[in-house]
Structure formats: C-alpha cells, structure tokens
C-alpha cells in the first residue's frame, strides 16, 4: 500500500499562483511516476501533469501547458505542482496519484494509488 497526502490547495484571485505538494509513504517503488489528476464540477477527471522518477520526462495537459510545472524531491518523497496564472476554470479538487510503471502517463488508469485531493477554487 501506498499512502498519499496532498496539501497547499486554497482559494485565490485568477492570475494568482499556489504550489501543491503531495508526499508518498509505505511501500513505494524505487523509481515510480506521479501524477496530478483533477477533477472539476460537472467534469470528467483528468490527468494535468506527470512526472517519472528522474523528473527528465514529464507530461501536461493543453489546458495546463506553460503554466503549471511539476516537479519532485525523491529524497522526501515528494512531488510538487506549481500553477501559475491561474484561471476560474482551474477551479477543482486536485489529487496527486502514483504509478509503479514510472512512466508520466495521461491516462488515469495507469496510476495504481490516489490521495484524498485539496481544493482549489479560483475567482475572477
């Protein structure tokens, strides 16, 4: 089992920036990617970013592309996503996920353990 705790959502102002953070315990692989999926209301669940072990492939999504980064400290078992300029359409329950396939994958199937999920609410 791999357990999954996120934190840093919150409520902003659009153009605002907010950094997630989301760190993995119990029986992790040694090389392992990690996602970030949200899901927004009335929406289909998505992948925005993935990141392998070594943090030298990663993935975003179009809507997400030069405005977010993902990022990771294996050292502390921890994976970041910063979001700037952020927009009322980013408004979503944000969960970090892992993958033992260490590959940053889009698809939310290949991601075998998810966290509980922030908030994040953007106003205009």
């Known amino acids: 089992q791999v357990q999954l705790v996120e934190s840093g959502g919150g409520s902003v102002q659009a153009g605002d920036s907010l950094r997630l953070s989301c760190t993995a315990s119990?029986?992790?692989?040694?090389?392992?990617?990690m996602g970030w999926i949200r899901q927004a209301p009335g929406k289909e669940r998505e992948v925005v970013a993935a990141i392998n072990w070594s943090g030298n492939r990663r993935y975003y999504s179009d809507p997400v592309k030069g405005r977010f980064t993902v990022s990771r400290d294996n050292a502390k078992n921890t994976v970041y996503l910063q979001m700037n300029s952020l927009k009322p359409e980013d408004t979503a329950v944000y969960s970090c996920a892992y993958s033992s396939r260490n590959w940053p994958d889009p698809r939310l199937d290949k991601y075998d353990y998810w966290g509980q999920g922030t908030q994040v609410t953007v106003s205009s």
């Open positions: 119990g029986r992790t692989f040694s090389d392992y990617a």
